[in-house]
């Protein structure tokens, strides 16, 4: 069977300007769904005031988003593979953008979870193809520049977001505020998709080869080749098992029974896994070729990657947690207070993605060396200050460690993870990381935030905070001595044998 992506454009035969285009529509993107996320954050007290919604309401306007987001990943990056990134990544937006409509308009409750999962469903499709096409158009040091770029609209998004989704509460109102932080994605939306029609290169839906025999059920064979190369067992099979391991964690006030899904997930995954073994000996397009695995360079970045989530991403959790609920400050200055790292973060992206080809992995273990040093730093800010020692906007500054931090290890790492995964694959690995970084960043968040509100029984904030983050900081070591491992496994292998070589596709 031909490689599915042959009929795509690739970085060989497409116009330089053309190329960065089309980086501009994924970057646009980007922004649009990241901020829609951390303005939420800051919007749920005045959710709860407009749509008089319970605690479990709010829950589930966070944690729906998610769901729904991490439980199709893989199989969109799979279709985007197979039918086309271009057409793919056009229809994630439109579902986005109409399913933010939706929740600016909801009239309760119900009506607003029902459009956050359906906008989790428009980024799980979007998502995966932005990381295809920049593997798909940009080659060798211009793909760590690109994915660099990526990284920058990342750091400015997330940091942004509170401040943006503050203004717009303070503007609006507690009555239409909150709905402001919904609708601010339509015009960015609409703006993208005209920009991706004219500008992504056609077709934007690849055309599957059939063999020219006979010509009178073609339509209908069309459809099932499609079907076969899309894998639909495998895609259902993966998606109930990220579902199993995903709910417990997201479901707070969960039932002890609920936690029976952690184990049921885990025998999904290894089904899933001998589905595919026998999918691809039957001469199929698995969903994922269980080879990349094999592939030393994506195993191990993207244990890192979600080991990173994992820890980091709490971080900004446990931060406004204290300064809202601890001190009393308002969602305002909380953003605030994160925003030098936002930028930070961007122009660590953007210096480390020129770079990553000549540095490797060392770029990896210098951004988690300066992880460490802010998590700890933080911390002993948080209970010098209880002390009456220091200021607390001493946090601007360790937390501007975490934010080169971050710059210095997510695109880098991106970069390595999928540098010898091959092109045909490009979107269902990509989205493969991506999963993994929302397992680890939902286990993380979970499980920290439980650690810490036990805690608090006990203890003061200060001390509570503080325990989250001593287990933030476990977390980021693990991910440091898996990155020397890593290392030093690329260091010996230079001497024998290349340390990741390209893996055979069985289709």
């Not at 601010?184 to 025999?213: D, E, H, K, Q």
Request: aromatic share 10%; with cysteine.
């Amino acid at each position: 069977m031909k490689s599915q992506d042959s009929s795509q454009p690739s970085a060989d035969n497409i116009q330089d300007a053309i190329r960065w285009r089309i980086l501009l529509v994924l970057l646009a993107t980007i922004v649009m769904s990241l901020i829609s996320v951390s303005i939420v954050n800051v919007a749920l007290p005045s959710i709860q005031r407009g749509l008089d919604a319970t605690h479990s309401d709010l829950q589930w306007v966070l944690s729906g988003y998610a769901l729904t987001f991490g439980v199709i990943l893989v199989a969109a990056g799979r279709a985007g593979d197979i039918m086309g990134r271009g057409g793919i990544f056009i229809i994630g937006v439109v579902i986005f953008t109409l399913a933010s409509i939706a929740s600016g308009l909801a009239q309760d409750a119900t009506w607003l979870n029902v459009a956050r999962f359906t906008q989790g469903i428009g980024s799980g499709l979007l998502s995966p193809q932005g990381v295809g096409m920049i593997q798909q158009y940009f080659q060798g040091a211009e793909r760590g520049k690109a994915f660099g770029y990526f990284g920058s609209a990342v750091g400015v998004s997330v940091g942004v977001g509170p401040v943006v989704g503050g203004l717009l509460i303070e503007l609006g109102g507690p009555d239409i505020g909150w709905r402001l932080t919904f609708l601010v994605n339509v015009p960015i939306g609409i703006l993208t998709i005209i920009m991706a029609y004219r500008w992504f290169p056609r077709p934007l839906f690849t055309r599957t080869s059939l063999p020219s025999t006979c010509t009178s059920h073609r339509a209908m064979r069309k459809i099932q080749h499609t079907l076969r190369l899309l894998d639909p067992v495998g895609s259902l099979l993966l998606g109930l098992a990220v579902f199993s391991v995903l709910f417990p964690f997201m479901e707070s006030r969960s039932a002890i029974l609920t936690w029976l899904l952690l184990p049921l997930g885990v025998l999904l995954v290894a089904i899933w896994v001998r589905w595919e073994r026998y999918y691809a000996r039957q001469g199929c397009s698995p969903m994922v070729n269980l080879a990349i695995f094999s592939t030393r360079s994506f195993t191990n970045g993207a244990l890192i990657m979600a080991l990173y989530f994992m820890g980091m991403t709490s971080i900004w959790v446990l931060v406004a947690l204290y300064l809202q609920q601890g001190l009393g400050e308002t969602a305002l200055k909380t953003g605030l207070v994160s925003l030098p790292a936002a930028f930070i973060s961007a122009y660590a992206a953007h210096w480390a993605g020129k770079r990553v080809m000549a540095y490797g992995r060392k770029m990896v273990i210098g951004g988690l060396l300066f992880a460490i040093t802010g998590v700890i730093a933080t911390a002993a800010i948080i209970l010098l200050h209880q002390s009456g020692y220091v200021s607390i906007w001493w946090l601007l500054v360790s937390l501007s460690l975490i934010g080169i931090a971050q710059g210095s290890v997510i695109s880098p790492n991106q970069t390595l993870t999928l540098a010898e995964v091959p092109l045909q694959y490009a979107g269902s690995s990509g989205a493969i990381m991506q999963t993994g970084q929302r397992i680890g960043t939902s286990i993380g968040i979970a499980v920290i935030t439980a650690a810490v509100f036990t805690t608090l029984g006990i203890s003061s904030w200060p001390v509570a905070v503080t325990l989250g983050f001593g287990l933030v900081l476990l977390i980021i070591l693990s991910a440091l001595w898996l990155a020397i491992k890593d290392q030093r496994y690329r260091k010996n292998s230079q001497h024998s044998e290349p340390a990741d070589r390209p893996f055979p596709i069985a289709e």
